[in-house]
């Protein structure tokens, strides 16, 4: 399987979304995280950068962050 199939085939089993062309940016939900980062590492590709957004219903809603763990 070529490398571009192996990258699809991981965010397609986590459920991810690629933003934009390419593959610099891809949103993946907190509760497929642990194991997309596992696939991609044992897949030999690198991750270099993470963002962690929060998803918020609108401008006034309270921000949650998620530590890993419990929300705060």
């Not at 610099?24 to 962690?52: A, L, M, Q």
Request: net charge negative.
């Amino acid at each position: 399987m070529r490398n571009q199939e192996k990258l699809e085939q991981v965010i397609e089993n986590n459920k991810g979304q690629i933003v934009g062309s390419g593959y610099i940016d891809i949103i993946i939900k907190r509760e497929f995280v642990e194991n997309f980062v596992n696939e991609i590492i044992s897949n030999d590709f690198k991750i270099t950068h993470i963002t962690w957004w929060d998803y918020c219903e609108d401008v006034n809603s309270k921000k949650i962050y998620w530590n890993g763990r419990t929300n705060k």
